[in-house]
C-alpha cells in the first residue's frame, strides 16, 4: 500500500470516535511529502532567532498571552502572531479578531522540569500553527524533537511521555497527547469554518513585559500599527484570570468554562444542538445550564438529570463532565488526559455558592 493511502487510513480511524487511541506511525512506512501542507521543519518559517528552541522572535513576531488560558494537561505555552506586514486588524468588542490573509497564530507548548522554577530545563514538545489563508484557517501540528533544534510538522497525531515536579514538590507523570490534524481542525470548528478560539479583546486587554517594559497588549499593538479602531481601553471588556483570587468566584468560573468548552458550547460551535452556551457574557440561566436537562441523557449524565444544580455539584452534569478522565464522558473531549484539579474546584465553589 502506498505511504500516502495508509497515513490516510491510520487518520480516518483515527476520528471514527470523540477520544481516539494512539496514532504511531509504523517504522516501515517511508517518511511521506508533507510540502503541499506546509513546511516540513517549523525553522523554515523563520519565526525565531537560533537556536530556536529559545523561542526568541524576529522582528515583526509579536509575542501575546491570553487572560484565561485553555488547560491542556498543565503545559505551559508561549503565544506569537505574524501579522502581514502593511496590513491591520479592525478591532472587534464582541468576538476573535478577523486577521488579514498571511497572519499566523503561533502557539508553543513546552513543560519545565520544575514548576517552581518556570523559566529553567524546558522541554518543548509542540507548536501549532493556525495560518490564515485565502480559502481560509489551516492548522498545521510540528512536533519538537529530543535534540530540542527543529519541529517538525506531522499530521497523525503522537503521545510522548511527559513528567515534572509539580508546584506541590510532587513528581508528576502523565503521557501527552498531541492531536492529529483532524483534532486540531475540529476544536476550532465555527459553524463550517476553521477559526482561532483565544486572540479576542477581552482576552488580549490585559498587560505583557515586553523587551522594553509592560504595556497593555491592546496599546501595545495599536503602537505597532497593527490594529486599528481600538477606543479608550477603560471602554473594553476583560476577560479575568481564573487564576486571579482577587475577582470574583463567579468571574472567575465563567472565564474558565468560556476558554475550556465555549469554543464548543456556543450558538455557532460544533456542540449548538446541545443548548448549552457557556460564554463567559452568557446571561440566560438555562443557556448556563442552570436547571437544564441534557438533550440527550445517556452515559455523559451519570444518571444526573440537570446541567446544574444549585448549590448542589454533585448533583450537576456539568461538574460531573469536566472532573471526569473517562473518555466517553470527559469535557472537554480534547487536549487533556488529568483533571484539571484547580479549575474544577473553582467550579464547584460557583456552583455551590449558586441561591
Known amino acids: 500500500m502506498k505511504p500516502v493511502a495508509v497515513l490516510a487510513l491510520i487518520i480516518l480511524s483515527a476520528c471514527q470516535s470523540k477520544k481516539p487511541d494512539v496514532v504511531v506511525l509504523p517504522e516501515e512506512i517511508p517518511a511521506i511529502d508533507l510540502t503541499h501542507l506546509g513546511k516540513a521543519q517549523l525553522s523554515e518559517y523563520g519565526f525565531f532567532q537560533q537556536p530556536i528552541k529559545d523561542l526568541n522572535p524576529v522582528a515583526g513576531v509579536i509575542p501575546y498571552t491570553l487572560n484565561a488560558a485553555l488547560f491542556t494537561d498543565y503545559a505551559y505555552k508561549k503565544r506569537f502572531i505574524k501579522i502581514p506586514e502593511g496590513t491591520t486588524v479592525a478591532y472587534n468588542a464582541h468576538d476573535v479578531f478577523e486577521f488579514p490573509v498571511g497572519t499566523i497564530l503561533i502557539k508553543n507548548f513546552y513543560y519545565p522540569a520544575d514548576f517552581n522554577n518556570p523559566t529553567e530545563n524546558l522541554r518543548l514538545l509542540e507548536t501549532r500553527l493556525l495560518i490564515n489563508e485565502a480559502e481560509g484557517w489551516k492548522a498545521l501540528p510540528y512536533i519538537w524533537n529530543e ?100 475577582s470574583s468566584v463567579s468571574a472567575r468560573a465563567r472565564a474558565w468554562l468560556e476558554i475550556n468548552c465555549a469554543h464548543c458550547h456556543r450558538a455557532d460551535g460544533p456542540a449548538k444542538n446541545s443548548g448549552l452556551y457557556l460564554l463567559a457574557s452568557e446571561t440566560t440561566p438555562a443557556r448556563l445550564g442552570i436547571g437544564k436537562a441534557p438533550v440527550a441523557a445517556g452515559k455523559g449524565s451519570g444518571g444526573l438529570l440537570y446541567g446544574i444544580v444549585p448549590g448542589k455539584p454533585d448533583a450537576s452534569i456539568l461538574q460531573y463532565r469536566i472532573e471526569s478522565v473517562d473518555p466517553g464522558v470527559m469535557m472537554p473531549e480534547l487536549g487533556r488526559s488529568i483533571t484539571h484539579t484547580e479549575g474544577v474546584a473553582l467550579v464547584r465553589q460557583w456552583i455551590m455558592e449558586m441561591k
Request: some cysteine; aromatic content about 8%; proline content about 5%.
Open 147 to 246: 535534540a530540542q533544534t527543529d519541529a517538525f510538522l506531522n499530521v497523525a497525531g503522537k503521545t510522548i511521555p511527559v513528567s515534572w515536579k509539580h508546584t506541590d514538590g510532587q513528581l508528576r507523570n502523565i503521557n501527552y497527547t498531541i492531536p492529529n490534524l483532524n483534532q486540531c481542525k475540529g476544536c476550532h470548528l465555527r459553524g463550517d469554518k476553521v477559526m482561532p478560539i483565544g486572540p479576542a479583546a477581552r482576552q488580549l486587554n490585559g498587560d505583557f513585559d515586553y523587551a522594553t517594559g509592560k504595556q497593555n497588549q491592546l496599546i501595545h499593538w495599536q503602537a505597532s500599527g497593527v490594529l486599528s479602531g481600538l477606543p479608550k481601553i477603560e471602554s473594553v471588556d476583560k476577560l479575568v484570570s481564573y487564576d486571579d483570587k482577587t
